[in-house]
């Protein structure tokens, strides 16, 4: 099946319900994205699919065909994935790091849908585990990303 993942089209042999997350990976070789429960729970595996923030260990692959996929690898290549990526730099949030291209996925979707989060929205949408507990780091970076004044300000 033909799929486009950052802007480019790939050829990809591989059954239809194999996981996005193996294709990506182990296929295309696009490491960046993470395996962390496998079960649709921590979003390490988290990519954007026309974007919006899916889980790739649970999309079946064919269903991405004809729509367009983007990793951590080209994250900034758009435009609020950049100023997210500088922000989490800013902030230091990375501690291990295993999680935190899912987080770059979730908060990327998030300010492109609604670019001036509210506090309860930020909550809502930021909740990719991390076994580090990066957690008030990652508020901290996505309420400077919306415009907050300080943290936790709506
Ligand atoms: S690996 Fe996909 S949600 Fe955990
Ligand atoms: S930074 Fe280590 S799991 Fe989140």
């Known amino acids: 099946m033909e799929l486009r993942i950052n ?3 790939y050829q990809v042999d591989a059954d239809a319900d194999t996981p996005l997350l193996w294709v990506i990976r182990d296929d295309l070789g696009m490491t960046g994205t993470k ?8 979003g ?18 064919a269903g991405v065909v004809g729509r367009e996929v983007t990793t951590i690898e080209a994250i900034e290549s758009d435009e609020v994935g950049k100023r997210v990526v500088a922000t ?3 902030h230091q949030v ?17 300010l492109k849908h609604t670019p001036q989060p509210s506090a309860a929205e930020i909550d809502a949408a930021m909740i990719n585990l991390c076994r580090c507990g990066t957690y008030n780091a990652i508020h901290a ?11 936790g300000d709506a």
């Open 35 to 42: 395996y962390g429960c496998g079960l649709a729970q921590c």
């Open 7 to 9: 802007q480019k089209t």
């Open 44 to 61: 390490a595996c988290s990519v954007l699919v026309d974007g919006n923030v899916v889980r790739s260990c649970v999309t079946p692959v």
């Open 94 to 110: 990375a501690q291990c790091g295993y999680c935190q291209s899912g987080q770059v996925m979730a908060a990327t979707a998030l």
């Open 88 to 90: 989490w730099v800013e």
């Open 141 to 151: 970076a996505v309420h400077d990303l919306a415009g907050h004044s300080a943290k």
